[in-house]
């Protein structure tokens, strides 16, 4: 759709377009200097743009720029990365859940929206989504099976497994290299 609107320069009205939501990112959108600067980020998220930039030999308008930009752009995002135990959250725990057809997305939404979830994945194979929680205590952990997960309409079965050693938590598993 088209609005038009006058040129004071040639006094006539000329088409413009008007701005629609950008597309998403692709890899295509992500050069190489974007690349090593989610690299760096990923070693160390609290990385000045100064030394990025020093590492990168750009300047720092340059790298501030880029990371502005993937950061708007949902590329990226610079969060914390919590220890769920440092906060007494002793269970984390894999749910597993067969959801009847068509429920599926919503099943998805509504999980996503409880605070002790961190992770929604709609999925193929044995699960149509899988989620991960955090909990304080396995009394939560029944509570949360049991009263939140049967208020939700569309669950057939789930399957819980708890971690019981978290060898490996990485924000980087190398997409800038």
């Not at 300047?59 to 880029?66: D, G």
């Not at 939404?109 to 992770?119: E, G, H, N, P, Y």
């Not at 991960?132 to 099976?145: A, K, M, N, Q």
């Given at each position: 759709?088209?609005?038009?609107?006058?040129?004071?320069?040639?006094?006539?009205?000329?088409?413009?377009?008007?701005?629609?939501?950008?597309?998403?990112?692709?890899?295509?959108?992500?050069?190489?200097?974007?690349r090593?600067?989610?690299?760096?980020?990923?070693?160390?998220?609290?990385?000045?743009?100064?030394?990025?930039?020093?590492?990168?030999?750009?300047?720092?308008?340059?790298?501030?720029?880029?990371?502005?930009?993937?950061?708007?752009?949902k590329?990226?995002?610079i969060?914390?990365?919590?220890?769920?135990?440092?906060?007494?959250?002793?269970?984390?725990a894999?749910l597993?859940?067969?959801?009847?057809?068509g429920?599926?997305?919503?099943?998805?939404?509504?999980l996503?929206?409880?605070?002790?979830?961190f992770?929604?994945?709609?999925?193929?194979?044995?699960?149509?989504?899988?989620?991960?929680?955090?909990?304080?205590?396995?009394?939560?952990?029944?509570?949360?099976?049991?009263?939140?997960?049967?208020?939700?309409?569309?669950?057939?079965?789930?399957?819980?497994?708890?971690?019981?050693?978290?060898?490996?938590?990485?924000?980087?598993?190398?997409?800038?290299?």
């Amino acid at each position: 759709m088209t609005k038009t609107v006058k040129n004071p320069r040639r006094k006539r009205t000329v088409p413009v377009a008007r701005r629609s939501t950008p597309a998403p990112p692709t890899k295509e959108d992500v050069d190489d200097l974007d690349r090593a600067i989610i690299g760096r980020l990923q070693l160390d998220g609290r990385a000045t743009v100064r030394s990025i930039a020093r590492a990168l030999n750009a300047s720092e308008v340059t790298v501030r720029r880029r990371i502005g930009g993937l950061v708007r752009s949902k590329v990226i995002q610079i969060l914390p990365i919590v220890n769920p135990d440092v906060f007494g959250y002793e269970i984390v725990a894999e749910l597993g859940l067969e959801v009847e057809t068509g429920k599926v997305r919503e099943v998805a939404r509504q999980l996503a929206a409880f605070d002790q979830v961190f992770f929604v994945a709609v999925t193929t194979g044995k699960f149509d989504v899988v989620c991960w929680i955090v909990l304080s205590t396995r009394h939560d952990l029944l509570v949360f099976l049991t009263e939140k997960l049967a208020g939700i309409d569309g669950i057939r079965r789930t399957e819980t497994s708890t971690v019981l050693d978290l060898l490996k938590r990485a924000p980087s598993w190398g997409i800038a290299r």
